[in-house]
């Protein structure tokens, strides 16, 4: 589904990714981890297009099509979804009216007819109830005044509207309690589908307590210096990712 | 003399004759001694502190004509996308500033009401209206109020008894077309707004003109809120692209009196529009409410003075502009706190977006506090589209166009919903994407 092959990226002028390679297959869940300023969220923002990350080299592939010769609306439309690690507040406009408007611009690509307001609320409604998310976040400007777990979770609820094929989650983890945690979790168990990939970035272990991954990735320093099946992850949260960096640096 | 006000002189004599009031009693030296005025005060110039960055050139080197007596070629049809979405008390249309029956309609006034053209209220009541006309004639009015008393002709009555409440709003239908003989028209309304103790009306003035037509109107609004009366007023200007709009609301609101200014500008080459609020009785409340767009090499300026004369008055003023290409704004917001007016509570806010590099606002603040226990307050900002917000929307799938016009008209929704009539600001949100559409190619 994703094929990404020897991504340079850089912000601001600083190379970031120094060459990634990964593969991911529909219906799987791959974990990216690692510390701080290694890239994870470089990656997620580079795949979703974001204009300040610049890909110097490599490709990525989604189902055949080249991501970064799309714009990020054709990405959003071809499938990739990214739950953003800080969402922004957009005062003034309402998440429904929002969430309505990119949810027509998706289904008019994939051919299907826009949904009107009834529909649209029987929709939304839905996927809310099995969520468990509050309604009155769908009367209120998107993300304006919402707690950072409000926040997150609006981005889940977002994803079960939208249905995109890939979801990446830009530690969508980061700063929830357990409740709010597990929300999150459950909303990513309830989409995974033999069609459907997830790409979840994250600093720490717990999310994978509840999501299962097919892969763990640990990246450091722009590369990935290590691959494996979700034991790794409870290999890193026992010993740290000081021995991986130093074979990352070694490496380098 | 100016050539430009030679020629302004001489209109004015040709157009003697056609004038549908003959300017018997006192209407005659009115309009002799603005003209006089006018003519020994001249334009003003971009050395006045207040036309420094609206340059009004282009209106006095042209040469404007007035319109003949027969109206232009109007049909209902022309008119019916302008006309309001609800059933009116009254909607007067004035067709290059004169009053045209056969395309008005005329709905239910409460007893005792007037709404009528200038020219037939004129010979029935002008001892009524003469002091107004006067009254905005005065020496310390600005030029353009001048020069639209000098060339006072039509326009409309309005009048509210004490107490009476009107359901339905009055409409006031500007409609401007092109010129004769190669010659652009002008036209200088004059409307008059006299509402009584504990009256409610709502009045809405429409400027609209033949899409591309160059003309020149010059309007003056004079409005007297009696006590506990409440009046919201729109203006809702959507004049052509090539034409120039010059307007001066003055108000007067007395004792506990309620004025609201619903200003939407959106055509014009060149736009001024000048509100001056004297909050004339204690307990008095005022808001202006203003939001303006303009493309391409537009100009809109607003200026606006609230007079808090008496204490105890509430003022609330929110103005907001989106300028693309290479438009202009001007705001400059006047507060007057007189040494009687304790207790005043002024709250100001003006901001604007920039679309463009090219776009350009000139935005003052000023406050002029000569009480000591009031709460005044102003904020003036400037910014662009939020391009983290942008991606974001993007990144739901929403292209860059629909996402940049969500984004503008969230900046505008807190204007447009102080907009009390739904169908009415429906029909300005429509209008206004309009415009978006128009102006945003240039800007993605």
């Given at each position: ?27 799987e ?51 990739v979804?990214?739950?953003f690690q ?8 309402h998440?429904?009216y929002?969430?309505?408007?990119a ?8 051919g299907?007819?826009?949904?009107d ?7 939304v ?8 998310i509050?309604?009155?976040l769908l009367?209120?400007p998107?993300?304006?005044?919402f ?26 983890d ?9 929300i ?11 069609d ?8 720490y272990q ?18 990935i ?8 992850a409870?290999?890193l ?16 | 003399?100016a ?16 004038r ?7 209407l005659?030296?009115?309009r ?6 006018f ?30 007596p027969?109206?232009?070629d ?23 500033g004169?009053?045209v029956p056969?395309?008005?309609r005329?709905g ?17 009541a ?14 310390e ?6 020069l ?19 359901q ?16 652009p028209?002008?036209?200088?309304p004059?409307?008059l ?26 309007a ?5 809120v009696?006590d ?16 120039f709009?010059?307007?001066a ?6 004792r ?15 736009v001024r ?7 004339n009785?204690e307990g008095?409340?005022?808001m ?13 300026d607003?200026h ?6 008496q ?20 705001f ?28 350009q ?15 005044c307050?102003?904020?003036?900002a ?19 166009a ?12 807190d ?18 994407q309009q ?8 800007v993605?």
């Amino acid at each position: 589904m994703l094929k990404v092959t020897n991504l340079h990226a850089a912000v601001g002028g600083h190379e970031i990714l120094r060459g990634i390679n990964l593969s991911i297959d529909a219906g799987e869940v791959h974990a990216i981890m690692g510390p701080n300023g290694s890239g994870k969220s470089t990656l997620a923002r580079a795949l979703a297009g974001h204009p300040e990350y610049q890909v110097s080299e490599g490709e990525a592939l989604f189902e055949g099509e080249n991501l970064f010769a799309m714009d990020p609306e054709s990405r959003a439309r071809a499938g990739v979804f990214m739950a953003f690690q800080y969402p922004v507040e957009i005062p003034g406009v309402h998440n429904a009216y929002f969430l309505k408007a990119a949810l027509n611009a998706v289904r008019a690509h994939r051919g299907q007819e826009e949904l009107d307001a009834v529909e649209f609320m029987a929709l939304v409604h839905d996927r809310m109830k099995q969520l468990g998310i509050d309604e009155s976040l769908l009367n209120r400007p998107v993300n304006e005044g919402f707690s950072g777990g409000e926040k997150k979770r609006n981005e889940i609820f977002q994803m079960a509207v939208l249905e995109p094929r890939l979801a990446i989650l830009d530690e969508t983890d980061s700063g929830l309690d357990i409740d709010a945690l597990k929300i999150v979790a459950h909303g990513v168990n309830a989409m995974r589908r033999p069609d459907r990939a997830f790409l979840l970035v994250t600093h720490y272990q717990r999310l994978l307590n509840y999501v299962v991954p097919d892969v763990v990735h640990v990246l450091a320093d722009g590369r990935i210096v290590r691959s494996g099946g979700k034991e790794l992850a409870l290999e890193l949260e026992e010993r740290g990712y000081g021995w991986l960096e130093a074979g990352a640096s070694v490496g380098s | 003399m100016a050539p430009a006000l030679n020629a302004y002189v001489a209109e004015w004599e040709r157009a003697k004759p056609l004038r549908q009031h003959s300017g018997a009693n006192g209407l005659a030296s009115i309009r002799e001694e603005a003209l006089q005025e006018f003519v020994s005060r001249g334009f003003p110039t971009t050395r006045e502190e207040e036309w420094r960055f609206t340059s009004v050139a282009p209106i006095a080197e042209r040469m404007f004509a007035l319109p003949l007596p027969s109206a232009a070629d109007i049909s209902a049809s022309d008119i019916a996308p302008l006309r309001l979405p609800i059933p009116p008390a009254m909607e007067l249309v004035f067709v290059n500033g004169r009053h045209v029956p056969a395309l008005s309609r005329v709905g239910t006034l409460p007893e005792g009401s007037r709404v009528e053209n200038l020219v037939t209220a004129l010979a029935t009541a002008s001892d009524q209206i003469e002091p107004h006309l006067a009254r905005t004639a005065s020496v310390e009015q600005q030029p353009f109020v001048v020069l639209n008393t000098a060339f006072l002709d039509d326009g409309a009555w309005i009048q509210v008894p004490a107490g009476a409440i009107l359901q339905e709003p009055i409409h006031l239908l500007f409609l401007s077309t092109g010129g004769i003989d190669n010659r652009p028209l002008m036209s200088h309304p004059r409307i008059l707004a006299i509402l009584g103790k504990n009256s409610q009306a709502s009045v809405i003035e429409t400027y609209a003109g033949t899409n591309g037509a160059q003309y020149f109107t010059n309007a003056v609004t004079d409005i007297v809120v009696g006590d506990n009366a409440i009046l919201d007023h729109y203006k809702l200007q959507y004049d052509s692209p090539a034409a120039f709009h010059v307007g001066a609301i003055h108000v007067r609101a007395d004792r506990s009196a309620t004025y609201r200014s619903h200003s939407v500008s959106l055509g014009g080459a060149l736009v001024r529009n000048d509100v001056v609020a004297v909050m004339n009785g204690e307990g008095a409340e005022c808001m202006l409410n203003g939001l303006y767009a303009a493309d391409a090499r537009r100009l809109v300026d607003n200026h606006t003075t609230i007079d808090h004369a008496q204490p105890h008055c509430d003022s609330r003023e929110i103005y907001k502009g989106i300028l693309a290409d290479h438009a202009r704004g001007v705001f400059n917001g006047k507060i007057i706190v007189r040494p009687d007016a304790q207790k005043t509570d002024a709250k100001q806010t003006n901001r604007a977006l920039l679309l463009s590099e090219d776009a350009q606002i000139n935005t003052k603040p000023q406050l002029e506090i000569f009480a000591n226990d009031v709460k005044c307050t102003h904020g003036a900002a400037v910014g662009q589209l939020d391009d983290e917000a942008l991606f974001y929307m993007r990144s739901r799938g929403l292209s860059d166009a629909s996402a940049r016009r969500m984004l503008i008209h969230a900046f505008a929704a807190d204007v447009l919903n102080r907009l009390p009539l739904e169908p009415v600001r429906m029909r300005v949100e429509e209008r206004l994407q309009q415009q978006l559409a128009r102006s945003l190619p240039a800007v993605a």
